[in-house]
């Protein structure tokens, strides 16, 4: 396992995340992606850690709580000395009743961090990101908060997640001119089934050196081919996969169908599925500092960590660009027309 910096920090991740998701779901959005309990996490944590994962992600949103609970449980269960993981997690979804208890406010910001280091059972977080984009709430009043955190020890590294280019760029500007603690990464869905990050946001972190997170690396599962043209959706065990149940993210099939013909052959050419293969595409992508996979089994895990032994070659690059790449869009189509000045 490769370890990537994370944007222009100091803190270095490897290439692989786990996402505990699908930790302690029970009824609603939760329970259908993942009822995992204590002994099933604790295995996946277990099988993350042996390859060689140290980046950690949650959210205080994730079955109300329980993901951080059993992630936390998980890592002392298995006697994982505390400086030897990297823990994410995320603020700013709806946690209770009342206008108060969401968003990206100092007042919910702070109240929450509290509450996730004790469910986690840490004394620091070390990447504390907004969830989303939060249009009621001053940029200013949230960047500022997030610093009072890292100031006072509780946080390491802030990040976002799910933010527009705009949105971003602007969070850096007000960082940097009022000398607030950077922002370290950006959480975004980036697939080769769904490329839109590429218009705008991740030029934007090249140029900005800030990290890439991606998550549902594989499109809620479509990207293994199971959901496609004759295929049963369920996995190895027969249960039924994400995109069954919870159609998202949403997915173009008119583009995907024809994307996962040529997964399937670049696969067969690697001896590989085609999981492995979207994935291998992703670690290539320069913008990407860490994948984050999500699993409710060990194998579906360490299968997919497998895709970091493929070395695509310029061929299968040509080819996944060829059948993915976006439409041209305005004013892409006109910067790199013929004669424009581009660098």
């Not at 277990?46 to 950690?56: P, Q, R, S, T, Y």
Request: hydrophobic share 40%; charged share 20%; aromatic share 6%.
């Amino acid at each position: 396992m490769r370890m990537r910096r994370l944007g222009n920090s100091g803190l270095f991740v490897s290439e692989m995340c786990f996402g505990a998701m699908t930790f302690g779901g029970a009824e609603g959005i939760w329970g259908q992606v993942g009822r995992l309990g204590q002994e099933e996490a604790d295995g996946l944590v277990k099988a993350a850690l042996e390859a060689g994962i140290n980046l950690f992600d949650t959210a205080n949103v994730y079955a109300n709580g329980r993901s951080e609970e059993i992630l936390g449980q998980s890592l002392r269960n298995l006697g994982v000395a505390r400086d030897d993981v990297i823990i994410a997690s995320k603020v700013g979804s709806t946690m209770g009743e009342g206008p108060n208890r969401r968003g990206a406010s100092r007042r919910h910001i702070i109240s929450e961090c509290r509450a996730s280091l004790a469910r986690l059972g840490v004394d620091h977080i070390d990447l504390y990101q907004i969830h989303a984009f939060d249009p009621a709430t001053p940029m200013e009043e949230t960047l500022e908060a997030l610093d009072a955190l890292v100031r006072a020890g509780d946080v390491r590294y802030v990040g976002l997640s799910n933010w527009a280019a705009w949105q971003v760029m602007k969070a850096i500007g007000i960082t940097r001119a009022r000398t607030l603690a950077p922002i370290a990464s950006l959480q975004a869905y980036y697939t080769l089934v769904g490329r839109d990050a590429e218009r705008e946001i991740v030029p934007l972190l090249t140029s900005e050196q800030v990290g890439l997170m991606v998550w549902s690396p594989l499109a809620g599962g479509y990207l293994s081919g199971k959901y496609s043209a004759g295929g049963s959706g369920d996995g190895s065990d027969g249960e039924a996969g994400r995109q069954t149940t919870l159609d998202f993210p949403p997915i173009d099939r008119s583009r995907g169908e024809p994307l996962i013909a040529v997964l399937r052959s670049v696969g067969e050419k690697h001896g590989r599925p085609p999981a492995q293969i979207a994935l291998a595409w992703l670690l290539r992508q320069p913008a990407v500092s860490t994948i984050i996979l999500g699993a409710k089994r060990v194998g579906q895990l360490t299968g997919n960590i497998k895709a970091t032994e493929i070395v695509l070659d310029d061929a299968d690059l040509s080819a996944l660009d060829a059948v993915s790449r976006l439409p041209a869009e305005y004013p892409g189509w006109l910067l790199n027309a013929p004669g424009s000045r581009t660098a």
